[in-house]
């Protein structure tokens, strides 16, 4: 792990391996560890250096309170350039992958291509409703027990082929037992996907992308992803049958493969 100072902000990053430079940016509450089991190795196979990131509001990364989406895009366009990246391959996730879609409005220049994992271009009622739940639930400065957290992310973020498989599910639930987030921990993070309809901004993306939904994601339903890519000129998408939000750790290898291919192309 190393710390580069970006914007005021001391950033945490891990950097690996060689080649062509890969940044992936995670959702919220999430470590940039999150991509060594899965998409690291995967990436690295196929010939790419890895750069993950902490994002503003995960420690070590600073967690001081008042950021905005575009803040952390920011954080991302100064990593970028930290390390001499650009233009480079950039892959976000939920929340990392709004980002993502503001840093290729805002610093188009820094991105050759990106892939954006279950991801939206607005807040709709049901995404408005869940964060402001969150909000008011870290406000209270309740903490759940933990093996009831792990069975609400269950439920919330892995398909009923997963749910329905014992033994996954028992390894599942340790999981976030183990990893369980403390809301009020995250509070700066927790509602900056409301957001107004980006989608006309998008319209000006010209960066080659590749949109990857969930089929049974509950928390950015695939056609919100449909909507960015269609949103996007020349932006292509397809969709993960059988995992939820959680798809790049549920069905890994289709979802690596995918990531590889794009990369893999010709051209910018």
């Excluded at 939920?94 to 993502?100: D, P, Q």
């Excluded at 549920?250 to 990531?259: C, F, L």
């Amino acid at each position: 792990m190393a710390i580069a100072r970006i914007n005021g902000i001391s950033l945490s990053y891990d950097d690996y391996g060689a080649g062509e430079p890969v940044v992936m940016v995670t959702g919220t509450g999430v470590p940039g560890r999150i991509w060594r089991t899965h998409q690291v190795p995967a990436l690295r196979a196929a010939g790419h250096r890895v750069i993950t990131l902490d994002n503003r509001g995960i420690p070590p990364s600073d967690t001081g309170a008042g950021f905005t989406l575009d803040d952390m895009a920011a954080d991302v366009a100064g990593l970028i350039e930290f390390l001499g990246l650009a233009p480079c391959r950039v892959v976000g996730f939920s929340l990392g992958a709004m980002i993502v879609q503001e840093l290729l409005v805002a610093r188009p220049d820094l991105v050759s291509r990106a892939v954006l994992m279950a991801t939206t271009g607005r807040a709709d009622g049901l995404t408005t409703a869940v964060a402001e739940a969150e909000i008011e639930l870290a406000a209270s400065g309740s903490k759940p027990p933990a093996r009831y957290t792990a069975v609400v992310s269950a439920l919330q973020n892995l398909s009923p082929r997963t749910l329905s498989d014992e033994d996954r599910l028992k390894d599942w639930l340790d999981i976030f037992e183990i990893s369980a987030v403390d809301l009020s921990a995250i509070r700066p993070q927790l509602g900056l996907q409301i957001i107004p309809d980006r989608r006309p901004a998008y319209r000006a993306i010209t960066c080659p992308c590749l949109v990857i939904g969930f089929a049974d994601d509950l928390i950015t339903r695939p056609h919100l992803g449909r909507e960015v890519a269609d949103s996007i000129t020349g932006a292509e998408y397809v969709v993960v049958d059988g995992c939820g939000h959680f798809g790049y750790l549920e069905r890994p290898d289709e979802v690596n493969a995918a990531i590889v291919s794009f990369f893999a192309r010709p051209g910018r």
